[in-house]
């Protein structure tokens, strides 16, 4: 029964219930959340992706690539690793790009010993993770936490970024008011009691945000979650939390590197990173914005099909002028 469980059940729920903000090292391999991994992987392998790991220094980094097509580089969410969170684009992503989807340090099988926990730190890690794959210049799409660092990917290294994607998040523009709003919808003090739970009762709320309204969870299964997903790195991910605000020192605004071709999608109903936050990062990058309906802090997994659809309109559309170009055009 709990083989069934995982093989039928367990891979359609979680990859609608977790957000790029959930999926942390796993544990047991007798529970049912490995269970769902290992099929997940066994699908993922079907599709042509192999799994890799790379050393640098002090940094060991898990990720899977494969694919066709020039390379965009999949970067998951707080909490999440690469695998779960774009469960449901690998496919169709994969037939027009080579995909190449790591699990940023501290987070999924990644890690790191001896380093200070930061977001130069995962900028780092992936530009040495396109080195050592001889990719010099790669599209990038990032969601939540990973959007905060595709924009800071692309502010230290314009060089080495092409089409850039952000999906629900916001950024230079999330300041400590926006913070406060925040933890106020969520019920809480401190960012780091939401989004490092430490109970089968905080699982279950972290889940909720991402699919308000959807089945209930058996405390069971919760628990289980807990302890295969959520424990170790706690500390560096409280860390990182912190950093997300006074980034206006990392993206000062005189001297923002704003991509030429930039695509944000936002779900409508975020209840992290409201829709407005993506219409002031929308009119401060003079940025597209495409709005996922009926969707929260996941679109990408809750309205999957039109997430890709967006997602796949972008990357195949032709290039056309720079921003400077486009300026240079204006009466």
């Not at 396109?130 to 290294?157: C, K, N, P, W």
């Not at 919808?185 to 699919?211: H, K, N, Q, Y």
Request: overall charge negative; some cysteine; aromatic content about 6%.
């Amino acid at each position: 029964m709990r083989r069934l469980l995982a093989q039928r059940v367990l891979p359609g729920l979680l990859p609608r219930l977790l957000l790029p903000l959930l999926l942390l090292p796993l544990g047991s391999a007798c529970s049912l959340s490995r269970t769902a991994t290992r099929v997940v992987e066994h699908r993922v392998q079907s599709q042509g992706l192999e799994h890799r790991r790379a050393v640098f220094g002090g940094r060991q980094v898990s990720y899977w690539i494969g694919g066709e097509g020039p390379p965009l580089l999949l970067l998951h969410g707080f909490g999440g690793n690469g695998l779960w969170t774009w469960n449901k684009q690998l496919h169709d992503l994969s037939r027009h790009r080579t995909l190449i989807v790591p699990d940023l340090v501290w987070f999924g099988d990644s890690s790191a010993l001896g380093v200070e926990p930061g977001l130069d730190v995962q900028v780092e890690t992936m530009i040495d993770l396109l080195d050592h794959e001889g990719i010099e210049r790669a599209d990038v799409m990032g969601i939540s936490y990973g959007g905060f660092v595709t924009l800071l990917l692309h502010q230290h290294h314009p060089d080495r970024t092409g089409k850039v994607i952000v999906v629900d998040s916001p950024g230079p523009v999330f300041d400590e008011a926006d913070r406060d709003a925040m933890l106020e919808r969520l019920g809480v003090g401190d960012p780091a009691d939401f989004f490092v739970p430490t109970d089968a009762e905080g699982v279950g709320r972290l889940l909720a945000i991402v699919r308000p309204g959807g089945p209930r969870i058996p405390r069971g299964l919760l628990e289980d979650i807990r302890r295969a997903w959520f424990r170790g790195d706690l500390d560096a991910r409280r860390a990182l939390l912190t950093e997300l605000i006074g980034l206006q020192d990392a993206f000062p605004p005189d001297r923002w590197q704003v991509p030429d071709d930039l695509l944000l999608v936002w779900g409508d109903s975020d209840p992290v990173f409201p829709l407005t936050e993506g219409q002031q990062l929308a009119a401060a990058m003079d940025a597209e914005l495409v709005v996922i309906e009926d969707a929260a802090h996941g679109p990408n997994f809750q309205r999957p099909r039109q997430f890709n659809d967006a997602v796949l309109a972008f990357l195949t559309r032709e290039e056309g002028p720079t921003r400077d170009q486009r300026a240079q055009e204006t009466p």
